[in-house]
């Protein structure tokens, strides 16, 4: 097993039209406006940008993001990181129940130093970690779509 090797999936149900999520999602430099764990989104270009991301642990994950696919009729926006995170995170939305199904998959090896030496023992705390960011991005998204 390679300890610094990670897939995640999390299920967002939305209160919210498809076209609504995904015209938030795609603004990457607002998520910091919903989502409390990212901290700063600075764009490089149009396609690219750089994003500091700290949850409950003492340490900042700096990645630069590339966008790899934006396709809003199939409801997907996918990008390409390089950084203390090397690999691929992707939204896909679906309509359901009124409002939209977003499904958020994530695969990435971990470069930052510090968490390789911890890769055994640390391993339960970035799961952790990673599940609360996620469950307080979701509550950051609802009450944003809430409000607009």
Same mark, same amino acid.
């Given at each position: 097993m390679d300890w610094c090797h990670y897939r995640f999936r999390s299920v967002w149900n939305l209160p919210a039209a498809p076209e609504t999520v995904y015209a938030v999602l795609e603004r990457a430099q607002d998520y910091p406006r919903w989502w409390p764990q990212v901290r700063a989104v600075t764009p490089i270009d149009d396609r690219t940008g750089t994003a500091r991301l700290r949850s409950l642990l003492p340490y900042d994950i700096v990645v630069t993001a590339e966008e790899s696919r934006r396709d809003p009729g199939r409801g997907v926006l996918e990008i390409a990181m390089t950084g203390d995170l090397d690999g691929w995170a992707r939204w896909t939305l679906a309509a359901a129940d009124g409002g939209?199904? +977003? !499904?958020? &998959?994530?695969? @990435? &090896? @971990?470069?930052?130093?510090?968490?390789?030496? =911890?890769? /055994?023992?640390? !391993?339960? =705390?970035? *799961? +952790?970690?990673?599940? *609360?960011?996620? !469950?307080?991005? !979701?509550?950051?998204? /609802?009450?944003? =779509?809430?409000? /607009?």
């Open positions: 939209t199904r +977003a !499904r958020y &998959d994530q695969e @990435v &090896d @971990v470069r930052k130093a510090l968490m390789r030496r =911890l890769a /055994v023992p640390g !391993r339960p =705390l970035f *799961l +952790a970690n990673h599940a *609360l960011m996620m !469950r307080s991005g !979701r509550r950051g998204l /609802v009450a944003y =779509l809430e409000a /607009v």
